[in-house]
């Protein structure tokens, strides 16, 4: 009997591709009818990037992605406060990838139609339902365009990977309610762009108060001219906001203003925003931890279980760690209720401590700093305003939370 993973996004992908590698039998189920890259860009961190290394996807992924050199940090006036290297120029043994979620989901759904066969993923079959017995878990589907019953399947466990607004969670936690704004609202878009500060620099600038920019590469040399494409987001800080969709189109004029005066030395940030060729608009959300997420037969995975505020490049690296831990757990064999339950034991608090730590004290807090201690005004001398031992403590101890400090990502590899 099959593991049964509904969605195949990252965190589902990932799982068939481990599942596969331990022999173990599995069929992911896909609502959208294929998979097509969309969406914009996303980092993948050292610890993920060490998982998706052993499945032998690092050369595909330095391919398209662009491999990040260093971290920095920003006032809305252009001026540095902190930046470290990143991945394999901080010392470790894996690199980290800025890259287009896109061109991720299409290299491990390659990846694994190459490895397990071209009927290991079905599209076009949205879950309306799941269930279970003392044999077998249950999921029901529609036809994810016309909305005609499909056949029921069958299968030993159940894995809900398909979101913040999982259909597999609701069923699990049906009082667990919608998502919790943060009273922040986010701007995206993509720009082909010239390359800045080296062309492998990951940029935040600003506050949430005013105006809040993230900013990086995610392709290479995409013209003659050598420009890349340029992922960003604005967040502000906004009373209102609308549902969430991730497809809905953004409006220039809603947020330009906050950002009109942003020419800095090593970049032209109203010209970048404007050089969109389109704007995604939704708010900041997540939800609060849950108790447990692994019921007999049924689990949850990634965003399913445990959406997060995304403030610390996160969110796809830690639903790529539950798939470790999720096929490690099927590989130790044993009851599928227990297999799960385990699974819950490694990642359940593991992961709420991140999600706890984006709400509060997330890399960007070194902005949060720097903007109450100057009154939000520019520095003279950035030592007089606080410490680079400061700032580093307060990067390092997100690392640690997030499970990609040095120590961490070398005790794993050495395991």
Same mark, same amino acid.
């Given at each position: 009997?099959?593991?049964?993973?509904?969605?195949?996004?990252?965190?589902?992908?990932?799982?068939?591709?481990?599942?596969?590698?331990?022999?173990?039998?599995?069929?992911?189920?896909?609502?959208?009818?294929?998979?097509?890259?969309?969406?914009?860009?996303?980092?993948?961190?050292?610890?993920?990037?060490?998982?998706?290394?052993?499945?032998?996807?690092?050369?595909?992924?330095?391919?398209?992605?662009?491999?990040?050199?260093?971290?920095?940090?920003?006032?809305?006036?252009?001026?540095?406060?902190?930046?470290?290297?990143?991945?394999?120029?901080?010392?470790?043994?894996?690199?980290?990838?800025?890259?287009?979620?896109?061109?991720?989901?299409?290299?491990?759904?390659?990846?694994?139609?190459?490895?397990?066969?071209?009927?290991?993923?079905?599209?076009?079959?949205?879950?309306?339902?799941?269930?279970?017995?003392?044999?077998?878990?249950?999921?029901?589907?529609?036809?994810?365009?016309?909305?005609?019953?499909?056949?029921?399947?069958?299968?030993?466990?159940?894995?809900?990977?398909?979101?913040?607004?999982?259909?597999?969670?609701?069923?699990?936690?049906?009082?667990?309610?919608?998502?919790?704004?943060?009273?922040?609202?986010?701007?995206?878009?993509?720009?082909?762009?010239?390359?800045?500060?080296?062309?492998?620099?990951?940029?935040?600038?600003?506050?949430?108060?005013?105006?809040?920019?993230?900013?990086?590469?995610?392709?290479?040399?995409?013209?003659?001219?050598?420009?890349?494409?340029?992922?960003?987001?604005?967040? *502000?800080?906004?009373?209102? +906001?609308?549902?969430?969709?991730?497809?809905?189109?953004? !409006? %220039? &004029? @809603?947020? $330009?203003?906050?950002?009109?005066?942003?020419?800095?030395?090593?970049?032209?940030?109203?010209?970048?925003?404007?050089?969109?060729?389109?704007?995604?608009?939704?708010?900041?959300?997540?939800?609060?931890?849950?108790?447990?997420?692994?019921?007999?037969?049924?689990?949850?995975?990634?965003?399913?279980?445990?959406?997060?505020?995304?403030?610390?490049?996160?969110?796809?690296?830690?639903?790529?760690?539950?798939?470790?831990?999720?096929?490690?757990?099927?590989?130790?064999?044993?009851?599928?209720?227990?297999?799960?339950?385990?699974?819950?034991?490694?990642?359940?608090?593991?992961?709420?401590?991140?999600?706890?730590?984006?709400?509060?004290?997330?890399?960007?807090? *070194?902005?949060?700093?720097? +903007?109450?201690?100057?009154?939000?005004?520019?520095?003279? !001398? %950035? &030592? @007089?305003? $606080?410490?680079?031992?400061?700032?580093?403590?307060?990067?390092?101890?997100?690392?640690?939370?997030?499970?990609?400090?040095?120590?961490?990502?070398?005790?794993?590899?050495?395991?």
């Amino acid at each position: 009997m099959d593991v049964m993973i509904i969605g195949a996004g990252i965190g589902g992908l990932t799982l068939a591709l481990m599942l596969h590698k331990a022999g173990i039998a599995f069929r992911v189920y896909e609502s959208a009818q294929e998979i097509r890259p969309i969406g914009v860009g996303i980092s993948i961190l050292p610890h993920a990037s060490r998982e998706l290394t052993e499945l032998g996807l690092q050369p595909a992924l330095a391919e398209v992605a662009v491999t990040a050199r260093e971290s920095c940090f920003f006032n809305r006036f252009g001026q540095l406060i902190y930046k470290e290297p990143v991945g394999t120029f901080a010392g470790y043994n894996y690199p980290q990838f800025q890259i287009h979620r896109g061109d991720l989901q299409q290299i491990l759904y390659a990846a694994l139609v190459e490895r397990a066969g071209p009927d290991c993923v079905v599209t076009g079959w949205k879950c309306i339902d799941v269930e279970q017995t003392a044999d077998a878990a249950i999921a029901r589907f529609v036809d994810g365009r016309t909305g005609e019953d499909r056949s029921v399947q069958t299968g030993a466990a159940i894995v809900g990977c398909d979101g913040i607004h999982s259909v597999v969670r609701r069923k699990l936690v049906p009082d667990d309610g919608g998502p919790i704004y943060s009273g922040v609202n986010m701007w995206r878009g993509t720009t082909w762009w010239r390359p800045y500060l080296g062309g492998a620099s990951y940029v935040r600038a600003g506050w949430l108060t005013h105006g809040k920019m993230v900013i990086y590469p995610i392709r290479n040399k995409l013209d003659a001219d050598g420009r890349q494409l340029i992922n960003w987001v604005a967040e *502000i800080e906004t009373p209102d +906001y609308h549902q969430q969709d991730w497809n809905r189109r953004g !409006r %220039l &004029d @809603d947020f $330009i203003h906050a950002f009109a005066d942003w020419s800095f030395d090593f970049l032209d940030v109203p010209g970048l925003i404007r050089g969109a060729e389109a704007i995604l608009e939704y708010p900041m959300v997540d939800k609060d931890p849950l108790a447990r997420w692994s019921f007999g037969r049924l689990t949850l995975l990634g965003d399913a279980a445990h959406p997060m505020y995304p403030r610390g490049s996160n969110g796809a690296g830690q639903a790529i760690l539950d798939a470790r831990a999720l096929a490690d757990c099927f590989a130790s064999g044993g009851d599928v209720a227990a297999v799960l339950k385990a699974y819950e034991d490694k990642r359940l608090q593991a992961t709420a401590a991140v999600v706890r730590t984006n709400r509060s004290t997330p890399p960007d807090v *070194i902005l949060k700093e720097v +903007y109450e201690r100057t009154g939000d005004r520019p520095f003279a !001398r %950035l &030592d @007089d305003v $606080i410490t680079q031992d400061e700032l580093a403590a307060l990067s390092n101890s997100y690392k640690k939370v997030a499970g990609y400090d040095k120590a961490t990502v070398a005790e794993r590899r050495r395991a």
